[in-house]
């Protein structure tokens, strides 16, 4: 069943496959599974995606007339809410936020975007910003370089870090 919470994502959990592995336990769940969501690009105004210091993940810090291109996703259910604030950790914390639901996605700089209705939701802002490098967290560089080991069946996450089955 498809629950009442939504959420932004900006970082790791944009790819289906981590999204799924993290809520689902596995990245390849059925269609029936896969339909009870929804994934729209949307834009977090006033925040900036930043790198994490010696992470493959991003932190999102509040950032006046700066902007984050993520996924607003609907259809999660408390227990979805459980996982994913336990995915994401010590490290963030979740809060509510406006988003704008992205109509039309323009290039890498966000040219020719538009953008249409806002929602309200929340996401998971990063609380230690002396970790915080200066550069913009790239998602495609992630997907290309780090996703085979995210979205693997036989890794366990502990507070958002990839960490070998236990024996």
């Not at 629950?3 to 689902?24: C, K, N």
């Not at 999102?60 to 979805?80: C, H, K, M, R």
């Not at 915080?132 to 502990?158: T, V």
């Amino acid at each position: 069943m498809s629950g009442p919470h939504t959420a932004f994502f900006y970082g790791t959990l944009m790819e289906p496959r981590v999204f799924f592995r993290v809520v689902q336990g596995t990245s390849h769940p059925s269609d029936v599974i896969k339909s009870l969501y929804t994934f729209t690009p949307a834009v977090l105004h006033d925040h900036c995606r930043h790198r994490v210091q010696g992470e493959d993940y991003p932190g999102v810090i509040p950032e006046e007339g700066q902007s984050v291109l993520g996924s607003f996703v609907t259809g999660l259910t408390d227990a979805n809410i459980q996982k994913l604030d336990s995915f994401e950790g010590s490290e963030y914390d979740r809060r509510a936020v406006k988003v704008k639901l992205v109509t039309k996605l323009g290039n890498a700089q966000g040219v020719c975007q538009v953008e249409g209705e806002e929602e309200e939701t929340t996401t998971y802002i990063f609380i230690h910003p002396n970790r915080i490098e200066r550069g913009e967290w790239d998602f495609e560089h992630f997907r290309k370089e780090k996703l085979h080991m995210w979205a693997r069946e036989e890794i366990f996450f502990s507070e958002g870090k990839l960490e070998p089955p236990h024996c």
